[in-house]
């Protein structure tokens, strides 16, 4: 679960009803969601609300910095409430699915010096690709 409708809340964003779903199916599963699913689950809480809508309160929520666009090779951008807490992506290669994780360990750690090639780090992000459950069929 994220943080994102406290956030929002925090820095005074007009919240209205149907800007309120949208925020809500973002903020609810730690799961990122296509537009698509968004405007999916947005309709199945609020009939009325507009493909426009949907779509103008994700870029707005981008651009706000408190939603972050995820691409993944190719496919549809996935949108990701968790944009000021670290971590990591499992992808699944078959469906795209993503989900956030928090491996143990530090990856700016483990990776050496002479690899750095005098770059200051700032952060990594590292994505797992594989097949979630229901791929793989079990
Ligand atoms: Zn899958
Ligand atoms: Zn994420």
Redesign the pocket.
């Known amino acids: 679960m994220s943080d994102l409708l406290e956030r929002l809340r925090g820095r005074g964003w007009r919240m209205t009803a149907q800007r309120r779903v949208v925020a809500e199916v973002l903020d609810g599963e730690h799961v990122h969601f296509t537009a698509d699913e968004v405007l999916a689950r947005a309709t199945a809480r609020l009939p009325e609300i507009s493909r426009a809508t949907v779509y103008n309160t994700l870029g707005e929520l981008v651009s706000l910095g408190e939603v972050v666009e995820v691409a993944t090779d190719g496919r549809a951008k996935r949108y990701d409430p968790n944009a000021h807490h670290p971590h990591h992506h499992l992808v699944?290669s078959?469906?795209?699915?993503i989900r956030d994780v928090h491996p143990t360990g530090d990856p700016l750690a483990a990776l050496p010096t002479s690899e750095r090639f005098g770059f200051t780090i700032r952060e990594a992000e590292v994505t797992y690709w594989g097949?979630?459950p229901?791929?793989t069929g079990t």
């Open positions: 699944c078959h469906c795209g699915a097949l979630c229901a791929c």
